[in-house]
């Protein structure tokens, strides 16, 4: 008990990590300036599947299949209820109107890391979408969890992605082959973390927009 106390007096203030838990479940709804990233329902299918069947999208993700049908988008929200330990899948809509624009989720990687995915529909890209969901994510993975670190991943020459990781304060550490479904094989990626230490030190994400 008197570890526990020690090591998360080491670790940072008690408001900066309320009631961490590591194998938290939940996936509370997360607001931001123009977004609600919200659990994916039956009602985004149609959305979901119009905006996924691109491959523009599905080539710079790991695990989308494409052509990309109904049925694909009514299998991926009966998965994402369905959840599972440490993990969330969220449907990324805009406040003002409900509507879907893409999803986002983060997912175990071991004890102490989550990874988090992200696409969005490519009429919505560079208008600064991704990188504000991805910013009250970061958040909420940091604040309700007991890890140390966030990693992502994304194509060498995903450029966007690649901006939005650096926007979030990753950092840079080295490159792979890593399969991609509809790309039919291994493609080359780099790879980034984001620490807790270093969230703390942006928390307010000043200097990162
Ligand atoms: C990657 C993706 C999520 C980015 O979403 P987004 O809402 O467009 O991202 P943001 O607008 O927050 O930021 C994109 C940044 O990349 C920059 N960018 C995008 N394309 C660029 C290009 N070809 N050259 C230079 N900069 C580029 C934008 O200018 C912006 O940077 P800035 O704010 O400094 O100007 C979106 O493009 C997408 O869904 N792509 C397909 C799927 C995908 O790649 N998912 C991620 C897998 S790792």
């Excluded at 990590?17 to 609600?36: A, G, K, N, Y």
């Excluded at 450029?159 to 990781?165: A, F, K, L, N, W």
Aim: proline share 6%.
């Amino acid at each position: 008990m008197q570890d526990e106390l020690l090591r998360q007096s080491q670790r940072g203030l008690p408001e900066e990590r309320p009631r961490p838990e590591r194998l938290r479940t939940d996936c509370p709804v997360l607001l931001s300036e123009r977004l609600v990233l919200r659990a994916p329902h039956e009602k985004d299918i149609d959305a979901l599947a119009h905006l996924a069947n691109n491959p523009n999208v599905a080539t710079m993700v790991s695990r989308m299949p494409h052509p990309y049908t109904v049925n694909d988008a009514a299998d991926f929200v009966r998965r994402a209820k369905q959840g599972g330990i440490g993990k969330c899948v969220y449907a990324i809509t805009k406040a003002e109107t409900g509507h879907f624009l893409g999803c986002c989720g983060i997912e175990p990687i071991d004890e102490q890391t989550v990874e988090i995915g992200y696409w969005l529909g490519e009429p919505h890209w560079n208008q600064g979408y991704m990188t504000e969901a991805a910013h009250v994510l970061i958040d909420m993975v940091f604040r309700t969890r007991d890890i140390e670190r966030i990693d992502a991943r994304c194509r060498v020459m995903n450029i966007g992605s690649r901006r939005v990781i650096q926007k979030c304060g990753f950092q840079f550490q080295g490159s792979a082959m890593f399969p991609a479904l509809a790309m039919g094989g291994p493609v080359a990626v780099e790879w980034f973390r984001l620490d807790r230490k270093t969230w703390i030190s942006l928390r307010s994400w000043g200097g990162m927009r």
